[in-house]
């Protein structure tokens, strides 16, 4: 009887203690869940002890929340367990014709897309270079002239740039740009404005696009003028590469009324087109689209396979840039890789089938793109959760750790100013989500060796953001800052 007691009594102490464990961070959570800044929204709160999968504190955990950019996290984890780190895209040059003696060229180059996001990007330096390099192969191949045109087989991605569920004032800017067969220079397009002394402006690109159709109606707005406040709006036609800009624009500072923004290119195929004849013109060699004389039996040369940076590599700038075409690229890299239609409606398939083998609920998932940028995709916190447990896990399998792939807040990427002042700087790894009336956030803690997968959702809050980013602040230094060195 004494031992039983004894042991009643150990079991009693045992819960005893893990009770007060979790006590102050379910009371935080409860905190969060009631302040202020959260009055009349929508609130879901998951974390979860990465080791055990049992979560030691939330709110709403199984409830559906839009989840805007976090959703690039159920993306790029499905996409590394899918594809695996070192998966490549390969965007392949042919020249299909024939070259004489004279290094006269008759054919046709032809550029096969694959749909890599990365080509001529900005943020991967050394594949701004695709242009160089296919021209400097031309050259090396003998050839000095062509008599032919520049092609491009985009039939690799046949499903419509822009995912069906983004809102018509999204896809204009440079943020809601489409995902093509052939990507060049992150599919955006630099437009400069110039002011005029009648008030108004002119509009045109940067390097000029001829094949772009800008209409633009932009005047300066007037001091006094209440009836019409600054505001500029976008309208963009993929049809016909036109591009429509209206609105009154702020009086700029110190007296410089020219300014330059980014937007959408609806035609980045043409812009890599024009990027090469003009390098071609470089480099003296003469391209003549007029005639092409193509001998009696054409030869295909492979002359280039240019090969982009690894998924890894991908799916980091993604998610410190948050980059939404990036994300549609690889939802889409999916089914085409199973040699499957690269269509968005195929990606979503893979990643729930994906989940489901590996026992998570996929209920709790309504996934519409890869980016998040849809009004209505959402998931649960504990969905994230365990989608931000089980890439971990799987680490070993996978070859990378994908906690290392997420920005550090307070230090990096799309969370550089959060937490700033914190003791978490630079010790929570986060993936950030915010549009209007949302704001996510979804990672790890502590940023090395994660010991807890951590996900705050909320939705149609009607206080300032700022001040719900200070809550969520104030919740995760209450969750994780007492034990700051990650035990």
């Not at 009607?462 to 969520?472: A, F, I, L, M, N």
Request: proline share 4%; aromatic share 8%; hydrophobic share 35%.
């Amino acid at each position: 009887m004494l031992k039983k007691f004894i042991i009643v009594s150990i079991i009693s102490v045992i819960s005893s203690i893990s009770a007060m464990a979790a006590g102050p961070r379910q009371s935080a959570v409860n905190r969060f869940v009631n302040s202020k800044a959260l009055t009349h929204a929508t609130a879901g709160v998951c974390v979860m002890d990465i080791k055990t999968g049992k979560t030691i504190a939330g709110y709403n955990t199984d409830k559906g929340i839009v989840s805007a950019s976090t959703m690039k996290i159920v993306t790029s984890a499905s996409a590394l367990e899918i594809l695996g780190k070192n998966y490549t895209y390969h965007t392949r040059v042919y020249a299909i014709g024939n070259t004489d003696n004279n290094g006269k060229f008759s054919g046709q180059i032809m550029i096969k897309g694959c749909g890599d996001p990365t080509l001529g990007s900005r943020f991967f330096d050394e594949h701004t270079a695709f242009v160089d390099t296919l021209v400097d192969c031309i050259e090396n191949h003998g050839i000095n002239s062509i008599d032919g045109e520049i092609m491009l087989d985009k039939s690799g991605i046949p499903d419509a740039p822009i995912p069906g569920y983004w809102m018509l004032e999204d896809i204009s800017e440079s943020y809601g740009t489409g995902y093509h067969a052939v990507n060049f220079a992150d599919n955006q397009m630099k437009i400069k404005f110039t002011y005029h002394d009648d008030g108004t402006y002119s509009a045109g690109t940067d390097p000029e696009m001829p094949w772009m159709h800008i209409l633009c109606n932009l005047r300066r707005h007037i001091t006094g003028d209440t009836a019409n406040r600054p505001g500029i709006t976008t309208r963009i036609n993929y049809n016909d590469t036109s591009f429509e800009i209206n609105g009154i624009v702020a009086k700029r500072r110190r007296g410089k009324e020219d300014f330059a923004s980014w937007y959408a290119n609806p035609a980045p195929d043409r812009l890599l087109v024009d990027s090469i004849k003009n390098a071609l013109a470089l480099h003296d060699i003469a391209l003549n689209t007029a005639s092409i004389e193509m001998g009696q039996k054409a030869d295909t040369l492979l002359l280039l396979d240019y090969k982009s940076p690894s998924l890894s590599e991908i799916i980091k700038s993604t998610l410190f840039r948050s980059d939404n075409m990036f994300a549609e690229a690889l939802l889409r890299t999916l089914p085409a890789n199973a040699s499957r239609p690269a269509t968005s409606g195929n990606g979503v398939g893979m990643v729930n089938r994906l989940w489901k083998a590996k026992g998570l609920d996929t209920d709790q998932l309504a996934m519409k793109d890869g980016s998040g940028l849809a009004r209505n995709g959402w998931t649960t916190p504990k969905f994230l959760c365990d989608v931000l447990r089980t890439v971990y896990t799987d680490r070993r399998a996978i070859g990378t750790d994908y906690s290392e792939l997420l920005p550090r807040a307070g230090r990096e990427g799309s969370v550089k100013w959060m937490l700033r002042r914190s003791p978490l700087r630079g010790n929570i790894v986060l993936k950030s989500g915010s549009m209007g009336g949302v704001q996510c956030y979804a990672g790890y803690y502590p940023a090395k060796n994660p010991q807890y997968a951590v996900a705050v959702m909320v939705n149609n809050f009607s206080e300032k953001r700022k001040d719900v980013v200070k809550q969520v602040e104030t919740l995760l230094e209450d969750l994780f800052a007492p034990n700051s060195n990650g035990k």
